[in-house]
């Protein structure tokens, strides 16, 4: 997960841009008075999402008594990810991502924005800027769960949430044929209980060990046969270990908690993989 700067886009100017391009202007009437619950709708995540908290926003399916969810996603759905008023602020969020990259999976491209809080369930939210973040496709669509039940279901938000400078993930070499890993959280001393609990439920609800376990069999594959290079000029265990130190210091130096960064430490204090194991690479 990569920490974003948090946009300082406010609900209160993109909102009255999207419906102002609605073109029923009885509908547009009913929206334009949901512009204070709107704002107060961002003060209030505002102030939850750092206290484990967000869980407590309330879901609805009407608002202001006379404005259905389906017609707030549709301003967001139709107004600011299609008009062109509304896109420069879609666009403008979109591009925070660093290095174009998803922050929720740190691998994928971002190419779409997603709603911290669905927009379904919390229709005021649809178009306020802090419960958008940039994301992939897969980590939009592919979530496990769509809401959070309890603080130790809120996942990690990239405008609030910092843990880039701990090392956390954590990769398993698991010893079978061929070898594989599985990845999981290793909670730094300095964590509390419910940070522990939200990045594990940030890494199951996005499916990354899937994804993390899928790359890693991959490139494990391309190494086979430099490993073996290493291993037979002379190197043996120790050119091994080197090799894969390196490794994992150079991808610590783009991201301390990147999947390719886990492996090649994990495999590198692995005395079973760096003597015999690799040879079991698939
Ligand atoms: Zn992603």
Sequence with gaps: MRKINKPVLKAAVVYPVCIATV???????????????????????EAKITKGQIYTI????????NVTYKELKNVYTAQMVQKPKGRVYYDQLLMAAPG???????????????HYLPKSKYPRLS??????????KDCNTGK????????????????????????WLNAIVNKTAPVSLSFNVKAPASW??????????HLDC???????????????????YNLEKIYSSGAAQAGIEKYLVDEAASNAQVNLNSWETAMFRALSEDHWFCSTGFRLIG
């Design 23 to 45: 073109g029923n202007s009885e509908l547009r009437g009913r929206l334009e008075h949901c512009q204070t619950l709107i704002n107060n709708a961002e003060i209030e995540f």
């Design 58 to 65: 309330a879901r609805e399916i009407i608002v202001n008594g």
């Design 100 to 114: 174009g990259l998803c922050p929720l999976c740190s691998h994928r491209e971002a190419t779409t924005l997603d």
């Design 127 to 136: 178009i306020v800027p802090i419960n958008l973040i940039p994301s992939c």
């Design 144 to 167: 496990l769960a769509d809401y959070p039940i309890g603080p130790n279901d809120e996942t990690l938000h990239p405008y609030y949430d910092n843990i880039e400078n701990v090392m």
């Design 192 to 201: 509390s209980n419910l940070l522990t609990n939200r990045v594990t439920t």
């Design 206 to 224: 996005f499916k990354l060990n899937i994804l993390y376990a899928a790359q890693a069999a991959r490139r494990l594959s391309g190494m086979k």
